[in-house]
C-alpha cells in the first residue's frame, strides 16, 4: 500500500462515519409569540419528559427560532411563559430517534 492510498483510506474513515452515525437524540424547535404575530424574546420554554419527569428551561430568543436539544426519545409536555401573558402548554408531543419537531406556542393575554 502506498502512502498516497493510505491518506484516501485514512480521510475517508475521518469524514463519512460522522455523515452516516445516527444519533438518538432529538431537538425541539419553533417560536414563542402573542395572538399578533409578534415575537416575545422574553418568554421561557419548559420541556418536561413525560415518563422521567425531568425538566428542562430555556429562554426564548429574538430570531424566532427557539431550540430544545438533546432530547430523548418520549413524550414531552411544553409550556410557554412571558410576563403579562397566559401560558401555552402542548402535552403528548412525541419525539422519535433524531427527529426534529417543530412546535410554535402562541401565548394569549393572561386576563381580558
Known sequence: MTTKQLAVILLGAGVFPPALAETDQAPITGAV???SGAVIPAAT???RNLKTGQERTVAA????CDVVVNLLPAGYSVTGKAGGLGPAEYTNIELGAGQERTLNLIL????V
Open 108 to 111: 394569549q393575554p393572561a386576563a
Open 61 to 64: 430568543n429574538e430570531q424566532r
Open 45 to 47: 420554554i419548559t420541556v
Open 33 to 35: 409569540s402573542d395572538a
